[in-house]
């Protein structure tokens, strides 16, 4: 059991806890208080009345022995009921201003806000529209000034035929008023000649390029189609002129060309005919520079090439068929010397000297043979003669007699065998007589 002393003790502090409980309590109550009470004090000063009147209201259901949300309340009531005449003048007021507003109106519309502020001051809506008008007009003001700007601008460049500048010029307009009609249609109008222009510059670099490559008739053709977008421009008809120009001067070269082409190839052909193949070479290479590309010249160089080539090896084939023939016949090889002198003068058939050697030749081998045929006949007979082959020996003594009739020794041999051959006829005639 608990003594009296712990039950006074318990009692004690249960009274102290209820009494922090209710200090605490009482001051959750006064925070709350006091917060709606700044709330209702702001609204009241910036006269949102009902809204201040709501939030008074609230305050003193916390406190409700509070005086001063009460005389804040009766104070709220008192102006409710004094502006509603002032209030009906104020709407209507901002009801004018509202429309001239929408219609943008902004100078007409600023006017009506601003009487409407002097019906009913404390009301913001006017205030704030006022405000907003003040920017507006300004900004309003500043537009249109950029516009007529940017106009002016658009105008003297394009009258100055800077249509780049003024294009950028007319879109700054544009963009400032977009429902302006007078800049959408010079935009219009300068996107098209922008487009000709476009067109038109293609055309001139299309000309221009040909002209460089030496086109002359397609330059021409290109510059006259320049000239149907822009008929005042002076540059494709200066082309033009000095295209024609050029083109007269290059029939007058090209007439006088032709004519030193063909001196050149009438000599060149006169020369190869002849067998100048230098001269003829000098001619067809001067033909070459009138007209490169011409392929008679280039195909009568390469025959002449061809011809001082094949000269030049037969040159060096008769000097070594001369040099041969030369040799053999210091060594009395008149047969290898006889062919390499044929050889020389078939290489050269109008050089007399291989003629000349050959008919010696000719003679020297026939020489050599008849002294061979010379010899062996007399030989023959000596070798009959010796042997007492008279008769073998007379054929053979004649026949040598023949081949050299102005040679003494065979027709003294024959003479000889004459005489032996009528004495051997006397013996036999004797011996048979007898």
Do not use: W
């Amino acid at each position: 059991m608990l003594s009296g002393k712990m039950i006074r003790s318990i009692g004690l502090l249960t009274i102290i806890l209820m009494f922090c409980a209710n200090i605490s309590l009482a001051q959750d109550v006064n925070a709350a208080y006091n917060k709606k009470l700044n709330e209702a004090e702001k609204l009241y000063f910036e006269k949102d009345y009902k809204a201040a009147k709501i939030a008074f209201q609230e305050a003193l259901e916390l406190k409700p022995d509070e005086t001063h949300p009460k005389l804040r309340i009766r104070d709220i009531n008192k102006l409710l009921n004094d502006n509603s005449a002032i209030l009906s003048q104020y709407e209507e007021a901002v009801k004018k201003a509202d429309a001239l507003y929408e219609r943008k109106e902004y100078r007409q519309a600023l006017e009506a806000y601003k009487a409407a502020n002097d019906i009913d001051p404390s009301q913001t809506y006017a205030a704030d529209r006022i405000l907003e008008l003040y920017s507006l007009i300004k900004k309003t003001e500043n537009t249109e000034k950029s516009y007529q700007s940017a106009l002016e601008k658009g105008i003297q460049y394009f009258e100055a035929g800077k249509l780049e500048e003024a294009k950028k010029e007319f879109e700054t307009a544009l963009s400032l008023k977009p429902g302006e009609q007078f800049p959408a249609d010079k935009l219009a109008e300068i996107n098209t000649l922008l487009e000709k222009e476009k067109q038109y510059q293609k055309l001139i670099e299309q000309a221009d390029e040909q002209y460089v490559n030496q086109d002359y008739q397609g330059a021409i053709k290109t510059y006259q189609e320049a000239l149907t977008i822009k008929p005042g421009e002076s540059y494709p008809k200066t082309l033009i002129g000095r295209i024609e120009d050029l083109i007269a001067k290059r029939e007058g070269e090209e007439k006088a060309r032709q004519q030193a082409y063909d001196d050149a190839i009438a000599k060149g052909d006169a020369a190869f005919d002849a067998g100048s193949y230098d001269v003829a070479k000098t001619n067809f290479e001067s033909a070459l520079t009138f007209k490169p590309d011409e392929s008679y010249p280039k195909a009568k160089l390469k025959e002449i090439d061809s011809r001082v080539a094949e000269l030049a090896a037969r040159e060096e084939q008769y000097a070594r068929a001369l040099a041969d023939g030369e040799q053999f016949y210091k060594e009395k090889q008149f047969t290898q010397a006889l062919a390499q002198f044929k050889t020389a003068s078939e290489l050269k058939p109008d050089e007399e000297y291989p003629r000349s050697k050959i008919s010696e030749l000719n003679n020297l081998i026939v020489a050599r043979e008849l002294d061979e045929k010379y010899n062996t006949a007399i030989s023959n007979a000596d070798q009959f003669f010796a042997e007492k082959k008279f008769i073998q020996a007379q054929k053979e003594y004649q026949t040598a007699a023949n081949l050299k009739p102005d040679e003494t020794y065979p027709q003294t041999k024959l003479t000889e065998i004459e005489t032996i051959l009528a004495g051997i006829a006397e013996t036999d005639a004797a011996y048979q007589s007898a």
